[in-house]
């Protein structure tokens, strides 16, 4: 089979394997629809709270809507324990997700002292009662994310892997990392190759250090994994699912303009002003900018000025000087 394919995971077949991770702060509904229109075949939701959905606080809520084109809305969520989990399925069902995700990765202080996120890879059974509480009481496919464990003297992804699929996960994302790694020192991706080699019939995705559409190429041939998921190296580049097919098919990756990255921008800021309004989208916005001119000449001004822009048309003046600079420098 060629690296690049179709993947259904439970009911829902997805156009290739090559989704969007789950982005606290960054997978809103704007920017998976912008990824989508790229070319990911999959956007997960950023970590949606069931504590807060069963609450129904408005801004937990929120994250849940779905974007423009997202035909497959997989929304991740994070909680404790399988009550909580339960009692936040009606308020995740109304938003009509095509997957539910379950975090047991996230290393944030602030939520593994509750228990949720990796703390759960401490206990692999508490994963089992989740996700079953969940599969009995929806009718859409459930899939788990996990790290390869807590620390170097807790490597248990098989494990947790094998409860995850006894308890009817129809999918398993693992970001080759421990916890006590968070980010940090490579992703150990042999260990994505075992996960897949004791698991061959079961759909996995690999997480870690996916920064290039190369990256992206290599972790399939590597690894073997079914599906991979760009996390930080779809941050400000949108680009690297079109660009990773590319390289899947054989043909050069085609270079982004300057230009087009502009354009790139000024519709997510667009998108995000529709959904936030004009201040908020335009302070959220500042990240994604920064993330988007990295690696640009003469880009520091620009990078600078937005930082201070309440407005579209101050960005569009902060952009637009970029571009006026680039242009005299090359009359020079
Ligand atoms: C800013 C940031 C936010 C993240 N938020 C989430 C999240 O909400 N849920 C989740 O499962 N993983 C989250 N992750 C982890 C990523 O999905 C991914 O697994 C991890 O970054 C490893 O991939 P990478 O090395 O290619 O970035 C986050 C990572 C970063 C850097």
């Known amino acids: 089979m060629s690296l690049l394919h179709e993947v259904s995971i439970g009911n829902v077949s997805l156009s290739s394997n090559l989704f969007l991770a789950p982005l606290a702060g960054y997978?809103?509904?704007?920017?998976r629809s912008i990824c989508l229109h790229h070319g990911a075949a999959l956007a997960y939701t950023e970590m949606v709270s069931s504590e807060g959905v069963a609450r129904?606080?408005?801004?937990?809520?929120?994250?849940?809507?779905?974007?423009?084109?997202?035909?497959?809305?997989?929304?991740?969520?994070?909680?404790?324990?399988?009550?909580?989990?339960?009692r936040s399925l009606?308020?995740?069902?109304?938003y009509k997700p095509a997957?539910?995700?379950?975090?047991?990765?996230?290393p944030v202080p602030k939520v593994v002292k509750t228990g949720a996120g990796s703390a759960l890879l401490q206990n692999p059974k508490t994963i089992h009662e989740i996700v079953k509480t969940i599969v009995q009481n929806v009718d859409v496919p459930v899939t788990v994310k996990i790290r390869t464990g807590w620390d170097t003297n807790s490597i248990n992804y098989l494990e947790t892997?094998?409860?995850?699929?006894?308890?009817?996960?129809?999918?398993?994302?693992?970001?080759?990392?421990?916890?006590?790694?968070?980010?940090?020192?490579?992703?150990?991706?042999?260990?994505?190759?075992?996960?897949?080699?004791?698991?061959?019939?079961?759909?996995i995705i690999g997480s870690g250090d996916l920064f290039t559409a190369e990256d992206g190429v290599r972790m399939l041939q590597e690894t073997g994994v079914d599906a991979i998921s760009f996390a930080r190296g779809a941050i400000g580049n949108p680009f690297i699912f079109e660009q990773t097919k590319a390289l899947l098919c054989g043909k050069v990756p085609r270079e982004i303009s300057v230009e087009e990255k502009i354009e790139a921008i000024m519709i997510h800021l667009r998108g995000l002003v529709d959904f936030l309004g004009e201040r908020t989208a335009c302070r959220e916005m500042r990240k994604h900018v920064c993330a988007y001119l990295k690696g640009i000449p003469n880009s520091a001004k620009a990078r600078q000025e937005v930082t201070g822009a309440l407005?579209?048309?101050?960005?569009?003046?902060?952009?637009?000087?970029?571009?006026?600079t680039r242009y005299s420098g090359k009359s020079l």
């Open 99 to 106: 997957i539910i995700d379950i975090n047991c990765g996230c």
């Open 27 to 31: 997978t809103d509904k704007v920017y």
């Open 56 to 86: 129904d606080s408005a801004k937990t809520v929120m994250l849940m809507e779905r974007g423009e084109g997202e035909v497959n809305l997989a929304v991740q969520l994070f909680m404790p324990d399988a009550d909580t989990a339960g």
């Open 90 to 94: 009606e308020g995740v069902m109304a």
């Open 161 to 203: 892997a094998s409860l995850a699929f006894d308890a009817g996960a129809s999918a398993l994302c693992m970001h080759a990392r421990t916890r006590s790694q968070l980010y940090m020192p490579t992703a150990h991706w042999k260990l994505l190759s075992d996960l897949k080699r004791h698991f061959p019939d079961k759909v």
């Open 311 to 324: 407005t579209v048309h101050e960005y569009e003046d902060a952009l637009s000087h970029l571009i006026l």
